[in-house]
């Protein structure tokens, strides 16, 4: 008799323990699933998207790792780089292969992960005569709620257009395509750290509205001309005007050209002058 009930004491016990494991492996059944996990070759641009399996009332937050670094946060579904109906702008990261991690937190601490590797390319450069630094001066009135009065300073590369206001400390980094030789597209920021201030699109709402310009460089002159609607939130009060070629940029660029005349013909360098707008000097 008593060791019947010595079974029946086991057995429930191993039920009990069964039971509690299969509750703990619910409640632990949690993924999240990225929409570059089956991509090899990113575009220039592209949507990345972290898709929690628990509903957005228990998800702390969503982080996308590049590389291993955090390089955004979302809070709030749909949980997207570089916020909602933006894109992932590859131009200013290393061409070749990369790592990009999804990584969800639930409200009660939980975490899971997915990863997976694909490629990046080169960037296609802009036009040469565009490719320098920038600056101009804005007035409050002609300002007026889209940025600080003051200079403004931009940068054409590869990567896109940067631009910062007079205080340096907030800006954008926008997405550019070319689209004819003298029409360019203003398209969303692109985010390369977790909203950093200098970074993205500030004039835009989501979900970024593009803004077309007609530009023209004379000499140390870049001159911006709207081309289309004006959206995203004023962003053309700053945008479009002349724009100078910064000094500085011409003296780098001089001594540029001088050391590649030096390579070239290193007894004779000529004389050579920053204000004829060429893209490179001649080496006699």
């Keep these: 008799m008593k060791r019947r009930q010595s079974i029946k004491a086991v057995v429930a016990t191993a039920v009990a323990i069964a039971a509690t494991g299969g509750a703990a492996a619910s409640h632990s059944a949690f993924t999240v699933s990225s929409t570059l ?32 670094r955090r390089a955004w946060v979302e809070h709030h579904a749909p949980y997207s780089y570089g916020y909602d109906g933006n894109y992932l702008v590859t131009s200013w990261m290393r ?15 939980r975490r899971t992960r997915i990863s997976s590797r694909a490629r990046t390319s080169t960037p296609r450069p802009p036009p040469a005569a565009l490719v320098d630094s920038w600056h101009r001066r804005i007035p409050a009135a002609e300002a007026g709620a889209s940025g600080a009065p003051g200079m403004w300073t931009l940068t054409v590369s590869a990567v896109g257009w940067r631009i910062l206001d007079p205080t340096r400390r907030r800006g954008a980094l926008i997405d550019v395509a070319y689209l004819s030789p003298n029409t360019i597209e203003a398209r969303g920021g692109i985010a390369t750290r977790d909203h950093d201030p200098r970074e993205n699109n500030p004039w835009c709402d ?32 700053v945008w479009a005007g002349s724009w100078t070629r910064r000094r500085s940029s011409v003296r780098r660029w001089v001594l540029g050209e001088v050391r590649r005349c030096a390579r070239l013909r290193p ?16 080496c006699r």
């Design 267 to 282: 007894a004779r360098l000529g004389h050579v002058a920053a204000e004829t707008g060429e893209d490179s000097l001649p």
């Design 206 to 237: 989501e979900p970024f509205e593009p803004v077309r310009y007609h530009w023209q460089v004379a000499a140390d002159r870049l001159t911006l001309t709207l081309a289309g609607p004006s959206r995203c939130d004023g962003q053309s009060r």
């Design 37 to 68: 996990s089956h991509a090899h070759l990113l575009p220039h641009r592209i949507r990345w998207l972290g898709k929690p399996s628990l509903p957005p009332s228990q998800i702390r937050e969503v982080d996308f790792l590049i590389d291993g």
């Design 95 to 109: 061409p070749g292969l990369h790592t990009f991690a999804v990584v969800a937190v639930a409200t009660d601490g």
